[in-house]
């Protein structure tokens, strides 16, 4: 029994150390480290038009395209991208502001983009406009909203053009195409020596006719500032003069908001304020910037005040935020001010890109919120002259359960705005967002509604004189609006 017995032990052994074996090979493995997914190589936008190429962890380029055209845009450090990449298997999402867009891998460049473009091709007027029109047909959200044939009013705009047509021609006609197609953040910048020549070809030194009975015409900021210096009982205003507090009356908190952007220290040399005043050169600068440190520098200015404002408007137990004549700016912004008024991560809208005659799917949108929200009950006066990044803060009001509306509807530009670059070096852009709230509805052109109807004037001058000619009146319909909300 013996020699049986030591068989019977060597086969437990041997199998014993085949088990151990495996085992240890499977920790191995399962312990081996993977190769981390690389952000190097190419990658094409998902609804915006773009292709971004990283080499080696380091730089960067971003390119235009459509389906004619490749036009180099902004090359830079890959550091000023780091913190706003995320990277999940072959999707690379680019945080910018508060919109998150998103890229899919590819083998190479597009080929147009490997060869540069010849300076007849960037002078050329008829293939700067097929670019734009290329680009208004792959990313124009409103054609269907807007009741846009887009096949005829491209034929018919082409047609008004010919191989020696002028800059000043091509201008004007890609302007009048932006107006027919109703597009409510579409604008169109060329070089000075074009206006020069538009100013010729039209002969146009306008002529302003009778004086509109000699009517006052007022700008936002300064209507905002009348009503800021006329509404405040108790004014709080220190070191700012883009966000004016206080109180209206006894415990009603005030703050007024001219603007969402403007707030960032862009340290802009003085030499260049006095050359072309401040905001043209506030606008240069953060041109030359990445635009992610560009909206991040902002929301660091805005944030800076607000903690102020909150601090000295925390007793109080209701607050008018007024936006009236607020045209926009950063949505990032209006998301940092209206956290202070939201208790936790809250999503307050949804979004769609037009790429194509698709849409890209549905991506939430979210406020943060803060630990010490303000939840008393807001009111949150709007007009039509609330534009753009105002409206997105107006649309997320909808879903705070303690802030009302007051007012009239907003302007219903409501789309983010698609920046573009032509061969010739003119920036334009178009539509390409379908911004909604959480029910799925979309307010562009119609705006966002409001719980108290004021039924200001629509017209712009209209409703600054309205305000500005009865103050006190202006003020005791918003008390009166809040008494009985």
Partial sequence: ?????????????????????????????????????????????????????????????????????????????????????????????LLKGVITYQFLKTDTLPNLCATALQEKDQKDVLY????????????????????????????????????????????????????KLNDNH??????????????????????????????????????????????????????SWL?????????????????????????????????IGYVDAYVQTFHEMYEGDYIEKEVQGVRKIMDVVMDDLKDTEQIVIDIRFNGGGQDAVSFEILSRFIPGKLQIATQQLRYGDHFTPILPLYIEGSDQAYTKPVYVLTSQQTGSAAEAFAIATISVGHIKRIGAPTSGAMSTALEKTLPNGWY???????????????????????????????????????????????????????EEL
């Fill in 428 to 482: 334009f852009s178009i539509s390409n967002e379908i911004y909604m709230d959480n029910k799925g509805n979309s307010y562009e052109n119609k705006g966002i509604p409001v719980d108290y109807d004021l039924k200001y004037p629509a017209d712009r001058q209209t409703f600054f004189r309205s305000v500005a000619d009865d103050l006190q009146k202006n003020k005791l319909d918003i008390l009166r609006a809040i």
């Fill in 186 to 239: 579409a604008y169109l910048e060329a070089s000075e020596d074009v206006y020069e020549a538009i100013e010729q070809l039209s002969g146009e030194e306008e002529e302003e006719g009778a004086d509109e009975e000699n009517l006052p015409e007022y700008g936002d900021f300064q209507v905002a500032a009348m009503v800021a210096k006329h509404h405040l009982e108790e004014p709080m205003t220190k070191d």
């Fill in 1 to 93: 029994m013996l020699p049986k017995q030591a068989s019977s032990i060597k086969n437990m052994i041997v199998r014993s150390l085949f088990i151990a074996t495996t085992i240890l090979l499977a920790i191995s493995c399962a312990n081996e480290k993977k190769e981390p997914p690389s952000i190097n190589g190419v990658w094409k936008s998902i609804g915006s038009g773009w292709v971004l190429e990283i080499q080696d962890s380091t730089k960067y380029a971003l390119y235009d395209i459509t389906s004619i055209s490749c036009i180099p845009g902004r090359e830079g450090e890959a550091k000023e991208l780091l913190e706003s990449i995320r990277l999940k298997g072959d999707t690379l999402s």
């Fill in 243 to 275: 966000i004016e507090w206080g109180k209206l009356k006894d415990d009603v908190g005030f703050i007024q908001l001219k603007s969402m952007w403007l707030y960032a220290d862009l340290d802009i040399p003085q030499s260049l304020i006095d050359e």
């Fill in 128 to 179: 700067n406009f097929e670019v734009f029109a290329e680009t208004v047909k792959e990313h124009y959200a409103f054609m269907e909203l807007n009741h846009i044939n887009w096949d005829q009013l491209y034929e018919e705009q082409k047609n008004k053009l010919n191989p020696n047509s002028t800059e000043a021609e091509l201008y004007l006609i890609i302007e009048e195409t932006l107006e």
